[in-house]
Protein backbone atom coordinates (compact mmCIF):
# COMPACT_ATOMS: atom_id res chain seq x y z
CA UNK A 1 0.00 0.00 0.00
CA UNK A 2 0.58 3.61 0.02
CA UNK A 3 3.68 4.47 2.30
CA UNK A 4 4.71 8.16 3.49
CA UNK A 5 8.32 8.66 5.09
CA UNK A 6 9.49 11.22 7.17
CA UNK A 7 13.29 12.51 7.87
CA UNK A 8 14.67 13.31 9.96
CA UNK A 9 12.52 11.15 12.78
CA UNK A 10 13.98 13.71 15.36
CA UNK A 11 15.71 17.21 14.83
CA UNK A 12 17.69 19.29 18.12
CA UNK A 13 17.94 22.51 17.56
CA UNK A 14 19.69 25.62 18.88
CA UNK A 15 16.67 28.42 18.78
CA UNK A 16 17.60 31.06 15.87
CA UNK A 17 19.16 27.86 13.38
CA UNK A 18 16.79 26.37 10.72
CA UNK A 19 15.27 22.98 10.81
CA UNK A 20 13.87 21.13 7.32
CA UNK A 21 11.63 18.28 7.09
CA UNK A 22 11.32 15.77 3.95
CA UNK A 23 8.49 14.02 3.25
CA UNK A 24 8.90 11.13 0.53
CA UNK A 25 5.74 9.30 -1.00
CA UNK A 26 5.95 5.99 -2.61
CA UNK A 27 3.35 6.91 -5.06
CA UNK A 28 2.64 10.52 -6.96
CA UNK A 29 0.57 12.50 -4.70
CA UNK A 30 -3.10 14.48 -6.04
CA UNK A 31 -1.86 17.40 -3.39
CA UNK A 32 -0.23 17.35 0.04
CA UNK A 33 -0.86 18.56 3.73
CA UNK A 34 1.27 19.59 6.54
CA UNK A 35 0.22 19.16 10.23
CA UNK A 36 2.24 20.31 13.25
CA UNK A 37 1.27 18.25 17.21
CA UNK A 38 2.61 19.94 19.67
CA UNK A 39 3.63 17.85 22.73
CA UNK A 40 0.62 16.30 24.30
CA UNK A 41 -2.06 17.56 22.08
CA UNK A 42 -3.70 17.00 18.72
CA UNK A 43 -2.43 17.80 15.24
CA UNK A 44 -3.10 21.03 13.73
CA UNK A 45 -3.64 21.88 9.93
CA UNK A 46 -1.00 24.12 8.35
CA UNK A 47 -1.34 24.47 4.48
CA UNK A 48 -1.95 22.35 1.68
CA UNK A 49 -0.46 22.24 -1.61
CA UNK A 50 -1.79 21.23 -4.90
CA UNK A 51 0.38 22.20 -7.68
CA UNK A 52 4.03 20.36 -8.78
CA UNK A 53 6.81 22.54 -7.41
CA UNK A 54 4.18 24.58 -5.51
CA UNK A 55 5.99 27.12 -2.77
CA UNK A 56 3.51 28.84 -0.01
CA UNK A 57 5.32 30.36 2.98
CA UNK A 58 3.38 31.27 6.05
CA UNK A 59 5.94 33.77 7.74
CA UNK A 60 9.03 31.91 8.91
CA UNK A 61 7.48 28.23 7.45
CA UNK A 62 8.06 27.37 3.78
CA UNK A 63 6.82 24.67 1.91
CA UNK A 64 7.29 22.78 -1.08
CA UNK A 65 6.13 20.20 -3.31
CA UNK A 66 7.95 18.50 -5.27
CA UNK A 67 7.69 18.29 -9.25
CA UNK A 68 6.94 14.81 -9.51
CA UNK A 69 4.32 15.13 -6.64
CA UNK A 70 6.05 12.67 -4.70
CA UNK A 71 7.93 14.68 -2.37
CA UNK A 72 7.51 17.97 -0.42
CA UNK A 73 9.38 19.76 2.40
CA UNK A 74 8.64 21.68 5.17
CA UNK A 75 11.93 24.65 6.32
CA UNK A 76 11.55 27.00 9.29
CA UNK A 77 13.56 29.89 9.12
CA UNK A 78 15.22 31.16 12.55
CA UNK A 79 13.72 28.42 15.28
CA UNK A 80 12.16 29.40 17.81
CA UNK A 81 11.03 27.95 21.27
CA UNK A 82 6.85 27.90 19.86
CA UNK A 83 8.08 25.88 16.81
CA UNK A 84 8.58 22.88 19.21
CA UNK A 85 6.50 19.82 18.38
CA UNK A 86 6.07 17.25 15.68
CA UNK A 87 5.08 17.71 11.96
CA UNK A 88 3.24 15.61 9.84
CA UNK A 89 3.00 15.35 6.07
CA UNK A 90 -0.24 14.10 4.82
CA UNK A 91 -0.79 12.25 1.30
CA UNK A 92 -4.41 11.98 -0.14
CA UNK A 93 -5.01 8.40 -1.11
CA UNK A 94 -8.09 8.15 -3.25
CA UNK A 95 -10.72 10.29 -2.83
CA UNK A 96 -11.47 10.97 0.86
CA UNK A 97 -8.35 9.51 2.85
CA UNK A 98 -4.89 11.38 4.17
CA UNK A 99 -2.43 9.05 4.57
CA UNK A 100 -0.02 10.42 7.74
CA UNK A 101 3.55 10.38 7.44
CA UNK A 102 5.95 8.84 10.24
CA UNK A 103 6.28 12.54 11.00
CA UNK A 104 9.22 14.54 12.29
CA UNK A 105 10.10 15.18 16.15
CA UNK A 106 11.66 19.15 16.53
CA UNK A 107 12.89 19.84 19.91
CA UNK A 108 14.62 23.69 20.26
CA UNK A 109 16.89 24.34 22.67
CA UNK A 110 17.08 27.91 24.26
CA UNK B 1 -18.15 27.97 13.19
CA UNK B 2 -17.51 24.82 13.23
CA UNK B 3 -16.33 22.60 16.50
CA UNK B 4 -15.16 18.97 17.26
CA UNK B 5 -15.81 17.59 20.97
CA UNK B 6 -14.42 13.95 21.55
CA UNK B 7 -14.39 12.47 25.06
CA UNK B 8 -13.71 10.77 27.41
CA UNK B 9 -10.10 12.77 27.29
CA UNK B 10 -8.48 9.78 29.33
CA UNK B 11 -9.51 6.43 29.89
CA UNK B 12 -8.02 3.37 31.54
CA UNK B 13 -9.81 0.37 30.71
CA UNK B 14 -9.23 -3.93 32.11
CA UNK B 15 -8.16 -5.96 29.40
CA UNK B 16 -11.23 -7.87 28.03
CA UNK B 17 -13.71 -4.99 28.74
CA UNK B 18 -15.77 -2.73 26.17
CA UNK B 19 -15.10 0.16 24.60
CA UNK B 20 -16.78 3.66 23.38
CA UNK B 21 -15.64 6.93 22.47
CA UNK B 22 -17.66 9.71 20.80
CA UNK B 23 -17.30 12.11 18.47
CA UNK B 24 -19.46 15.09 17.35
CA UNK B 25 -19.47 18.35 15.14
CA UNK B 26 -21.42 21.37 15.04
CA UNK B 27 -21.74 23.52 12.71
CA UNK B 28 -21.22 21.69 9.89
CA UNK B 29 -23.50 19.16 7.48
CA UNK B 30 -22.25 16.01 6.18
CA UNK B 31 -18.73 16.10 7.31
CA UNK B 32 -16.35 13.18 6.02
CA UNK B 33 -15.59 11.96 9.41
CA UNK B 34 -12.55 9.72 10.38
CA UNK B 35 -10.92 7.64 13.37
CA UNK B 36 -7.19 7.94 13.90
CA UNK B 37 -5.08 5.83 16.36
CA UNK B 38 -1.55 7.46 17.47
CA UNK B 39 1.02 5.19 19.30
CA UNK B 40 3.22 6.68 22.16
CA UNK B 41 5.65 8.71 19.84
CA UNK B 42 4.56 7.48 16.44
CA UNK B 43 2.62 8.57 13.60
CA UNK B 44 -1.49 8.76 13.09
CA UNK B 45 -2.51 5.14 11.89
CA UNK B 46 -6.27 5.65 10.04
CA UNK B 47 -8.59 3.11 11.04
CA UNK B 48 -11.90 4.10 9.93
CA UNK B 49 -13.67 6.45 8.16
CA UNK B 50 -17.06 7.51 7.15
CA UNK B 51 -18.45 9.95 3.93
CA UNK B 52 -22.31 9.11 5.39
CA UNK B 53 -24.63 8.06 7.64
CA UNK B 54 -23.82 4.13 7.81
CA UNK B 55 -21.28 4.37 5.63
CA UNK B 56 -18.36 3.01 7.50
CA UNK B 57 -14.73 1.83 5.37
CA UNK B 58 -12.10 0.00 7.51
CA UNK B 59 -8.68 0.57 6.86
CA UNK B 60 -6.98 -1.85 9.42
CA UNK B 61 -8.75 -5.25 10.62
CA UNK B 62 -8.94 -5.62 14.64
CA UNK B 63 -11.17 -5.88 17.51
CA UNK B 64 -12.58 -2.25 16.93
CA UNK B 65 -15.47 -1.22 15.13
CA UNK B 66 -16.80 2.00 14.16
CA UNK B 67 -20.32 3.36 13.28
CA UNK B 68 -22.22 6.92 12.26
CA UNK B 69 -25.73 6.82 13.87
CA UNK B 70 -26.05 10.37 13.28
CA UNK B 71 -24.99 12.60 10.09
CA UNK B 72 -22.44 14.50 13.23
CA UNK B 73 -21.89 11.65 15.66
CA UNK B 74 -19.09 8.97 14.78
CA UNK B 75 -18.86 6.42 17.47
CA UNK B 76 -15.45 3.80 17.83
CA UNK B 77 -16.22 0.35 19.74
CA UNK B 78 -14.61 -2.64 20.78
CA UNK B 79 -16.58 -5.55 22.73
CA UNK B 80 -13.39 -6.86 24.18
CA UNK B 81 -10.05 -4.75 24.64
CA UNK B 82 -6.73 -5.77 23.91
CA UNK B 83 -3.75 -4.79 25.67
CA UNK B 84 -2.16 -3.62 22.29
CA UNK B 85 -5.41 -1.35 21.79
CA UNK B 86 -3.73 1.24 24.12
CA UNK B 87 -2.74 4.51 22.61
CA UNK B 88 -4.20 7.86 21.39
CA UNK B 89 -6.99 8.06 19.79
CA UNK B 90 -8.44 11.11 17.75
CA UNK B 91 -11.53 11.98 15.53
CA UNK B 92 -11.36 14.59 12.32
CA UNK B 93 -13.42 15.66 10.31
CA UNK B 94 -13.11 17.25 6.79
CA UNK B 95 -16.01 19.02 4.51
CA UNK B 96 -17.22 16.67 2.12
CA UNK B 97 -16.37 18.61 -0.91
CA UNK B 98 -12.45 19.36 -1.61
CA UNK B 99 -11.30 22.41 0.66
CA UNK B 100 -7.30 24.34 1.41
CA UNK B 101 -8.59 23.43 5.17
CA UNK B 102 -7.62 19.92 5.61
CA UNK B 103 -8.39 17.74 8.57
CA UNK B 104 -9.91 19.24 12.01
CA UNK B 105 -8.67 16.97 14.94
CA UNK B 106 -11.07 16.62 18.22
CA UNK B 107 -8.64 17.05 21.36
CA UNK B 108 -7.97 13.35 21.65
CA UNK B 109 -8.88 10.41 24.08
CA UNK B 110 -5.69 8.71 25.76
CA UNK B 111 -6.47 4.83 26.37
CA UNK B 112 -4.79 2.90 28.58
CA UNK B 113 -5.73 -0.82 28.95
CA UNK B 114 -4.91 -2.47 31.62
Known amino acids: GQQVMQIPQYQHVQEGEDFTTYCNSS?????IQWYKQRPGGHPVFLIQ?????EVKKQKRLTFQFGEAKKNSSLHITATQTTDVGTYFC??????????FGTGTRLKVLA | SQTIHQWPATLVQPVGSPLSLECTVE??????LYWYRQAAGRGLQLLFY??????ISSEVPQNLSASRPQDRQFILSSKKLLLSDSGFYLC?????????????FGSGTRLTVV
Open chain 2, 92 to 104: AWSATRWKDYGYT
Open chain 1, 27 to 31: TTLSN
Open chain 1, 49 to 53: LVKSG
Open chain 1, 90 to 99: AGLSGTYKYI
Open chain 2, 27 to 32: GTSNPN
Open chain 2, 50 to 55: SVGIGQ
